[in-house]
T-cell receptor, first 115, second 106 residues
Framework: DADVTQTPRNRITKTGKRIMLECSQT?????MYWYRQDPGLGLRLIYY???????NKGEISDGYSVSRQAQAKFSLSLESAIPNQTALYFC??????????????FGPGTRLLVL | EDQVTQSPEALRLQEGESSSLNCSYT??????LFWYRQDPGKGPEFLFT???AGEEKEKERLKATLTKKESFLHITAPKPEDSATYLC???????FGKGTRLHILP
């Protein structure tokens, strides 16, 4: 079984709809991240969480919100989807580092199309 | 502002033709540099972490090196299965470069 899972894997929605993307992990990691990937722009950090009570904005958090329901679960919400949020979304996890950055482990991605 | 730049954007090689991918960075105090491989439609997969200038790491046909300003991913005698996008990232909040799309022709 995959260590980091994302649901749904594909989603088509309409402008103005609220949607939630979910991420679960069985790696026992404290840190979780949400990225979006666009052609030509690479991976950009949306939000990250270093533990259940810690939520931080990334480079491009506007229009998004997150919820860390448990150590293993981190959800990304689009309150009112717009077409330029069409992208490939990745969840990632890493262990709590002891002074050095830790390797990230990525989920398989969610392909989102906003019409 | 922290920045990561990868070059070239795309690279086509014949099978067996060795080459190098570049990742140049400007960060205030590098804590670590990561290389990932990404296949189409999949999440990035970890390859290497480098922590200090002069460090080198190898895995099969890949070798990553690090200086104070850049990192290289050397690919020796590549095979078609090495075709992928290679991503470089720095620091623990992870700033990614845009990647190099590598295509190895049989």
């Amino acid at each position: 079984d995959a260590d980091v899972t994302q649901t749904p894997r594909n989603r088509i929605t309409k402008t103005g709809k609220r949607i939630m993307l979910e991420c679960s992990q069985t790696k026992g990691h404290d840190r979780m991240y949400w990225y979006r990937q666009d052609p030509g722009l690479g991976l950009r950090l949306i939000y990250y969480s270093f533990d259940v009570k810690d939520i931080n904005k990334g480079e491009i958090s506007d229009g998004y919100s997150v919820s860390r329901q448990a150590q293993a679960k981190f959800s990304l919400s689009l309150e009112s989807a717009i077409p330029n949020q069409t992208a490939l979304y990745f969840c990632a996890t890493s262990a709590l580092g002891a002074g050095t950055p830790e390797t990230q482990y990525f989920g398989p991605g969610t392909r989102l199309l906003v019409l | 502002e922290d920045q990561v730049t990868q070059s070239p954007e795309a690279l086509r090689l014949q099978e067996g033709e060795s080459s190098s991918l570049n990742c140049s960075y400007t960060v205030s105090g590098l804590r670590g540099l990561f290389w990932y491989r990404q296949d189409p439609g999949k999440g990035p997969e970890f390859l290497f972490t480098l922590y200090s200038a002069g460090e080198e790491k190898e895995k099969e046909r890949l070798k990553a090196t690090l200086t104070k300003k850049e990192s290289f991913l050397h690919i020796t005698a590549p095979k078609p299965e090495d075709s992928a996008t290679y991503l470089c990232a720095v620091d623990d909040k992870i700033i990614f470069g845009k990647g190099t799309r590598l295509h190895i022709l049989p």
